[in-house]
């Protein structure tokens, strides 16, 4: 009961956010602009796709749920969008989407999103700011939108062999405020609710306030100072309070080539009889841009895990990245090792050792024809003592018949390999749509109708 009243005042105000800024933000755009102008700046489009997954559950094939289907989806969307002069603006998405399953009708569901992001410049320095993000979906494993969309990265938490519908929203409003050339101060506030209508999968909602200062001292020496404190409450797991810190140090040399070094502490407690534990990350960093559009990121150190009970995690900790954006080809190549956590999911995995590799590449072959392809590698070792290797390729074309008109096949194989006997999966699925429209938020939308469309402008 308790539960069902949280999700009922957190959805009333998402409701309440959104109408208010639509309402402050919106009422200089309907005092300066005719009925027309208005109306030109509402952009309605359709998606419609077919699917076809061999094994919508990820179950491991020796248990013997391993179950296909067909799978339409219907998109019907409605973007706005307006920019005032520089002093405001509002880009707001809703798809009102249909996920309907051929063989299996119950797994049928409505499929919503949506996306809020409204911001009212008070001077030329102090931005107020309103993110807020909605999705219901049936993911196995569910997309965590980036500012850059070329990542596409994924929980490390997984709904295997059953089926499971989620809501996720977050509601960021912040300040940010600018008091030189590249210095910044700036504080978010973000809550964020998950609510997983199977009972096998965890309640969870999340409060963090975090505020962070870029100040560069002169033209060569800069740093950033950030902290985050995070109250977590979850429905049977012990609640936690997080304090993470980070520290930069920045030597510019020239406006291509700076070195960095960082600094990481992060404490979480938790309520018995969790365990509390300290990470402690210090690494040196190097960046590099080998020209306007191609840019290099090296960065290593190593980490240790201190729990108050049991044994000491520690292991080397590195970044490598290269990204390259030109007017034909976009890709992103990197590989990540250490430590990830995993809260405020399916499964709420904690602390985990964690190795990943990912590419994504785009490329127009032709002013109307893309190609776009994606791989990645995980290698987690959690808690319990699980170890996996996850796989996932994906990609195809998207060709644009007319500006409102555009088709797109999709193929995509994930596989995971378990230390754990029955845990382990292999998905394969192809996937065609069509599109009537331009969506505007094609690149800021997490949980969008495919890779393609989140990767392709």
């Known amino acids: 009961m308790k539960s069902e009243k949280i999700v009922k005042a957190r959805r009333r105000a998402w409701v309440h956010w959104t109408f208010l800024t639509l309402f402050l933000i919106g009422i200089p755009s309907f005092a300066h602009a005719d009925i027309n102008d208005i109306l030109l700046k509402f952009n309605p489009y359709l998606t419609v796709q077919e699917a076809y997954s061999d094994n919508i559950l990820l179950s491991n094939s020796t248990i013997g749920n391993k179950l296909n289907d067909y799978i339409t989806t219907v998109y019907p969307g409605l973007g706005f969008s307006d920019a005032g002069l520089g002093t405001y603006g509002i880009n707001l998405d809703f798809i009102a989407g249909y996920t309907y399953y051929a063989k299996n009708h119950d797994f049928s569901y409505f499929s919503p999103v949506g996306n809020l992001d409204a911001w009212y410049a008070m001077t030329s320095n ?15 494993r569910e997309e965590i939108g980036t500012p850059d969309a070329s990542l596409d990265q994924l929980t490390l938490s997984t709904i295997r062999g059953v089926h499971a519908i989620y809501v996720r929203n977050v509601v960021e409003p912040s300040v940010e405020y600018h008091f030189g050339g590249e210095d910044l101060l700036s504080i978010l506030y973000e809550n964020m609710t998950y609510r997983n209508q199977n009972s096998l999968f965890e309640n969870s909602q999340e409060n963090m306030v975090n505020p962070r200062l ?18 977590g409450y979850f429905a049977t797991s012990p609640n936690l309070v997080g304090n993470e810190a980070r520290a930069r140090y920045i030597y510019r040399f020239d406006p ?105 590449i785009t490329h127009s072959l032709t002013e109307r024809l893309t190609l776009a392809a994606t791989g990645s590698v995980e290698r987690p070792t959690l808690s319990s003592g699980e170890k996996d290797w996850i796989w996932i390729v994906r990609g195809g074309p998207y060709y ?37 429209g331009h969506p505007t938020s094609r690149q800021t939308i997490m949980g969008q109708p495919t890779f393609l469309q989140r990767l392709i402008p």
């Open 126 to 140: 102090l931005t107020f700011r309103v993110r807020d993000y909605v999705v219901r979906s049936d993911a196995a």
């Open 214 to 231: 870029n100040y560069w001292f002169d033209i060569r020496n800069g740093v950033v100072l950030e902290y985050l404190l995070t109250f």
């Open 256 to 360: 291509r080539l700076s070195l960095f070094g960082e600094y990481i502490f992060m404490r979480y407690n938790f309520d018995s009889p969790g365990v509390d534990y300290d990470v402690h990350n210090p690494s040196l960093g190097i960046e590099y841009k080998f020209s306007p559009t191609l840019t290099g990121t090296a960065q290593g150190g190593y980490y240790w895990e201190i729990p108050v009970q049991g044994t000491t995690e520690k292991g080397p900790f590195f970044l490598l990245r290269l990204q390259q954006k030109t007017e034909k080809t976009t890709y992103t190549v990197s590989a990540q090792g250490g430590y990830t956590q995993d809260y405020f999911t399916a499964e709420n995995l904690g602390f985990a050792r964690y190795y990943t590799a990912y590419g994504t």
């Open 400 to 436: 644009s018949l007319t500006r409102w008109l555009s088709i797109f096949l999709e193929g995509s194989c994930m596989m995971d390999h378990s230390s754990i006997m029955g845990l382990g999966y292999k998905e394969y699925r192809i996937m065609a749509g069509i599109t009537l």
